[in-house]
């Protein structure tokens, strides 16, 4: 048995150590916190809950991730498989492009979509005059309204795990299993698809964490899930028992899909192929399903991207002169600093995890780092109700013992610890996979030189990791100006962003003063998807 003494030398050299423990304690606090509310008794506007509300939540909860989750892996796999293996008009352009959704956050396309098909939309105004009133035509407030706009914004998750793995493995695979007899059809489901199932497994997994963690889209829309009945038990029935109750119970589904997505690839080893993706290696396609591929492409694009982009351009020029004052750049202000100080947090915080792991690759500092990166499989809303709660404590605490008026909830330092908490798996991939690039020679050549410990980092290592810490700051830049329940929940007086001010504006159907701030979000969610379709994310 492994006791206290046995880890304490092992974490304390440096500081590393010790410091990559503070870190996962902070990510444990928040989850321990909220899975210990349901050992409480529940009081009345819980019993509430369950009488009124819970059964819907569930029900919808589970429609919705099940719908989004099949919807992504269709259109994912689909569309990975074509731009990889096969050849057709413009697939050098859909190539990259199919990537441009991620720059949209959820709730802006939400918020396009109801703006365009809603009953007194353009769309459905045009169709009555041109079709009669008696028309029928598909509601879009509605639970396949939310599961197909989920579905078009996410979608690039699975895309970009399962082309990586069609480039690498699929071509070659499927030809081999054609030399065995196999028709191409049966070759791709037979042999393809499952060498590539942890990949889409990954995409997808990805796909219901962010399904879980919105709260924007389904908020637009009206669509009670777990995260909207945290909001109003918190902000509504003014109870944060009752919301910790119900965050426990999203935590508990959040770990029922980890398990299940480590179930799926256990023990699964796969080699790497030679890159099969050249042209002249590509399934040739008959004329007309060329065309068919092409306009399955276009179509998708449409929906996801360009359609959207181009009716926030349309309203945002409508609304510029009179809508846009001195508050946008107060809004702007706020985003900008808040995503600038949590990126260079976040990976501050993510490069002592890395170089503890490095100068101290022991089992205990390999849990502190795995325990750290937990945090972005909890959704924004379990994690601020998760950090609330314990900082209310401990306000409570320094009151009592000072006798004076210190609040640290609604605090920009309750912000921070949940953007750190959230974000510190996104930039720990960039920020790792950096430092497993610098070789253990350099280290040895360094220390026989007299540099050890933070000398090295400064001097060797930072130089040499530069793209891999641009790239994490970036990202987590971006998820920060994106982010909307955190900032939500927890966000000082006066502090609204322009994540908000979508909120707010959405929250009255302005869906034309939520334009506006929405183009600077989608800009700004470029980025990434920039950094991405240049392969520079390390």
Same mark, same amino acid.
């Given at each position: 048995?492994?006791?206290?003494?046995?880890?304490?030398?092992?974490?304390? /050299?440096?500081?590393?150590?010790?410091?990559?423990?503070?870190?996962?304690?902070?990510?444990?606090?928040?989850?321990?916190?909220?899975?210990?509310?349901?050992?409480?008794?529940?009081?009345?506007?819980?019993?509430?809950?369950?009488?009124?509300?819970?059964?819907?939540?569930?029900?919808?909860?589970?429609?919705?991730?099940?719908?989004?989750?099949?919807?992504?892996?269709?259109?994912?796999?689909?569309?990975?498989?074509?731009?990889?293996?096969?050849?057709?008009?413009?697939?050098?352009?859909?190539?990259?492009?199919?990537?441009?959704?991620?720059?949209?956050?959820?709730?802006?396309?939400?918020? %396009?979509?109801?703006?365009?098909?809603?009953?007194?939309?353009?769309?459905?105004?045009?169709?009555?005059?041109?079709?009669?009133?008696?028309?029928?035509?598909?509601?879009?407030? !509605?639970?396949?309204?939310?599961?197909?706009?989920?579905?078009?914004?996410?979608?690039?998750?699975?895309? *970009?795990?399962?082309?990586? /793995?069609?480039?690498?493995?699929?071509?070659?695979?499927?030809?081999?299993?054609?030399?065995?007899?196999?028709?191409?059809?049966?070759?791709?489901?037979?042999?393809?698809?499952?060498?590539?199932?942890?990949?889409?497994?990954?995409?997808?997994?990805?796909?219901?964490?962010?399904?879980?963690?919105?709260?924007?889209?389904?908020?637009?829309?009206?669509?009670?899930?777990?995260?909207?009945?945290?909001?109003?038990?918190?902000?509504?029935?003014?109870?944060?028992?009752?919301?910790?109750?119900?965050?426990?119970?999203?935590?508990?589904?959040?770990?029922?899909?980890?398990?299940?997505?480590?179930?799926?690839?256990?023990?699964?080893?796969?080699?790497?192929?030679?890159? !099969?993706?050249?042209?002249?290696?590509?399934?040739?396609?008959?004329?007309?399903?060329?065309?068919?591929?092409?306009?399955?492409?276009?179509?998708?694009?449409?929906?996801?991207?360009?359609?959207?982009?181009?009716?926030?351009?349309?309203?945002?020029?409508?609304?510029?002169?009179?809508?846009?004052?001195?508050?946008?750049?107060?809004?702007?202000?706020?985003?900008?600093?808040?995503?600038?100080?949590?990126?260079?947090?976040?990976?501050?915080?993510?490069?002592?995890?890395?170089?503890?792991?490095?100068?101290?690759?022991?089992?205990?500092?390999?849990?502190?780092?795995?325990?750290?990166?937990?945090?972005?499989?909890?959704?924004?809303?379990?994690?601020?109700?998760?950090?609330?709660?314990?900082?209310?404590?401990?306000?409570?605490?320094?009151?009592?013992?000072?006798?004076?008026?210190?609040?640290?909830?609604?605090? *920009?330092?309750?912000?921070?610890?949940?953007?750190?908490?959230?974000?510190?798996?996104?930039?720990?991939?960039?920020?790792?996979?950096?430092?497993?690039?610098?070789?253990?020679?350099?280290?040895?050549?360094?220390?026989? *030189?007299?540099?050890?410990?933070?000398?090295?980092?400064?001097?060797?290592?930072?130089?040499?990791?530069?793209?891999?810490?641009?790239?994490?700051?970036?990202?987590?830049?971006?998820?920060?100006?994106?982010?909307?329940?955190?900032?939500?929940?927890?966000?000082?007086?006066?502090?609204?962003?322009?994540?908000?001010?979508?909120?707010?504006?959405?929250?009255?159907?302005?869906?034309?003063?939520?334009?506006?701030?929405? %183009?600077?979000?989608?800009?700004?969610?470029?980025?990434?998807?920039?950094?991405?379709?240049?392969?520079?994310?390390?």
């Amino acid at each position: 048995m492994l006791s206290i003494k046995g880890i304490v030398p092992r974490l304390r /050299a440096g500081g590393w150590g010790l410091a990559a423990f503070a870190l996962a304690a902070l990510v444990f606090v928040p989850l321990a916190v909220v899975l210990s509310s349901l050992f409480t008794v529940n009081d009345e506007v819980w019993n509430h809950l369950v009488e009124t509300t819970l059964s819907r939540v569930l029900f919808n909860t589970l429609f919705l991730t099940v719908g989004v989750g099949f919807g992504t892996a269709f259109l994912g796999v689909s569309l990975a498989w074509l731009t990889a293996a096969c050849d057709f008009p413009g697939r050098k352009v859909f190539d990259w492009a199919l990537m441009l959704p991620m720059a949209i956050p959820a709730y802006v396309t939400a918020f %396009v979509a109801i703006g365009l098909l809603d009953f007194t939309g353009p769309v459905r105004t045009i169709l009555r005059e041109w079709l009669g009133p008696e028309y029928g035509f598909p509601e879009i407030r !509605s639970r396949g309204g939310v599961i197909l706009v989920m579905t078009l914004t996410l979608y690039p998750y699975v895309y *970009l795990l399962a082309r990586n /793995a069609f480039l690498t493995q699929g071509r070659r695979a499927l030809e081999v299993a054609q030399s065995l007899g196999e028709s191409r059809w049966s070759g791709f489901f037979r042999v393809t698809l499952p060498m590539a199932r942890p990949w889409i497994i990954g995409g997808v997994t990805l796909v219901l964490m962010e399904t879980l963690a919105d709260f924007g889209t389904v908020s637009i829309f009206n669509y009670d899930t777990f995260a909207t009945a945290i909001y109003k038990a918190w902000f509504g029935l003014f109870s944060i028992s009752a919301a910790s109750q119900l965050a426990s119970l999203l935590v508990l589904f959040v770990f029922v899909f980890l398990v299940m997505e480590q179930y799926a690839t256990y023990r699964t080893r796969y080699t790497r192929a030679e890159r !099969s993706g050249a042209s002249g290696d590509r399934v040739a396609l008959s004329p007309l399903t060329k065309w068919l591929a092409f306009t399955f492409s276009l179509l998708i694009l449409s929906a996801a991207f360009l359609l959207p982009l181009a009716q926030l351009l349309f309203w945002s020029w409508h609304v510029l002169l009179s809508d846009l004052d001195s508050r946008y750049f107060d809004l702007l202000g706020h985003s900008l600093f808040l995503g600038s100080l949590a990126a260079i947090i976040t990976v501050g915080a993510v490069l002592i995890l890395v170089y503890a792991n490095r100068l101290y690759n022991t089992f205990p500092v390999r849990v502190m780092v795995r325990i750290s990166t937990l945090g972005y499989a909890l959704p924004g809303s379990v994690l601020a109700v998760g950090i609330f709660i314990p900082l209310a404590w401990f306000d409570e605490q320094l009151i009592a013992f000072f006798d004076v008026d210190l609040f640290l909830q609604g605090t *920009l330092l309750a912000m921070f610890c949940a953007y750190l908490v959230r974000f510190l798996a996104v930039a720990h991939h960039p920020i790792q996979s950096a430092i497993q690039r610098i070789s253990s020679n350099i280290d040895e050549s360094a220390k026989n *030189l007299g540099c050890n410990g933070w000398a090295m980092l400064r001097k060797i290592h930072l130089p040499i990791m530069r793209g891999g810490l641009m790239t994490a700051l970036v990202l987590v830049f971006v998820d920060v100006m994106k982010e909307m329940p955190i900032t939500l929940m927890t966000r000082p007086f006066g502090w609204d962003t322009l994540s908000i001010r979508i909120f707010e504006m959405t929250s009255e159907g302005e869906w034309e003063r939520a334009a506006l701030p929405a %183009v600077a979000l989608v800009l700004a969610g470029l980025i990434p998807v920039i950094l991405l379709t240049r392969e520079r994310v390390i």
